[in-house]
């Protein structure tokens, strides 16, 4: 799923599991380690304004760095549980609401597709070829 070396898939799911929380640490340490630049803070939204509710017409705002840390954050420390579930509509909302807990307005989606975005364009800049 995250990429790794190449024994992994020979050697039974039990070590790609390993190696995919491995980098899941890395990765979350990695960023979590960067100095970042102090990023503006996007204002809080009414709900009516967050993609998904009433009057939909407003654009969300993009997601500073430090949002994008706190999410890595949370989700980095539910990764246990995304790892066991089979279905994790609930784990997206539990980050979500995580999320609402640190002052954000985002949705469970847009956490979702935050994070697969995260991972896809990790993966395509070939940041993980520094753990091979």
Request: positive net charge; contains cysteine; charged residues 20%.
């Amino acid at each position: 799923m995250f990429g790794g070396n190449s024994n992994s898939s020979s050697s039974g799911g039990g070590d790609r599991v390993l190696n995919n929380n491995e980098t899941l640490t890395r990765l979350t340490h990695m960023m979590m380690t960067e100095p970042p630049p102090p990023p503006p803070q996007p204002p809080l939204l009414p709900p009516q304004a967050v993609a998904g509710g009433v009057g939909d017409t407003e654009r969300v705002p993009m997601w500073s760095q430090q949002e994008t840390r706190d999410l890595i954050a949370i989700r980095g420390g539910l990764e246990g549980d995304f790892t066991v579930a089979k279905r994790n509509k609930s784990l997206w909302e539990v980050v979500a609401a995580r999320m609402k807990g640190l002052g954000y307005r985002r949705t469970p989606e847009q956490c979702k597709c935050k994070w697969k975005n995260l991972i896809s364009r990790y993966k395509v800049i070939g940041c993980f070829s520094v753990f091979r």
